[in-house]
């Protein structure tokens, strides 16, 4: 079964053709996230604290939209386009997964990102019983 998700409207309006997230069977994939404005889906410029709350904020909305959580994902990526963002960018990341077990994850260096982002995350969570 698959069931594409996005999220009502006036929440992180899609900027693309894309959904937040499917859920097939048990898995719920949700679709990388920017530092975009809920309200406006415009990409908010910033230092690379804010943009990383952002994130991980924007991520929490989809997950909790989809009936899941960051205990429960399985799987991250995270995109930055500098690696002089790494600890800051762990650190804060870190801290929405808490004492939970921590998921496996593959960090990328890019170029650029849509939107001139300087991080993206998107997530495998685990939504079965």
């Known amino acids: 079964m698959l069931e594409f998700m996005t999220l009502p409207d006036n929440v992180l309006p899609p900027v693309a053709p894309y959904s937040h997230a499917v859920r097939a069977g048990d898995f719920l994939f949700v679709t990388g996230q920017l530092a975009e404005d809920p309200a406006t889906g415009k990409v908010v410029k910033g230092s690379i604290e804010e943009q990383t709350r952002r994130v991980m904020d924007n991520l ?43 998921p496996s994850r593959t960090t990328v260096g890019v170029t650029a990102l849509a939107g001139y982002g300087d991080v993206e995350i998107d997530l495998i969570a685990y939504c079965g019983e």
């Open 60 to 102: 929490a909305l989809v997950l909790d939209h989809g009936g899941s959580g960051f205990n429960r994902v399985v799987m991250a990526r995270i995109f930055v386009t500098d690696f002089r963002y790494y600890e800051v960018v762990n650190t804060i990341y870190q801290s929405y997964f808490g004492q939970s077990p921590q």
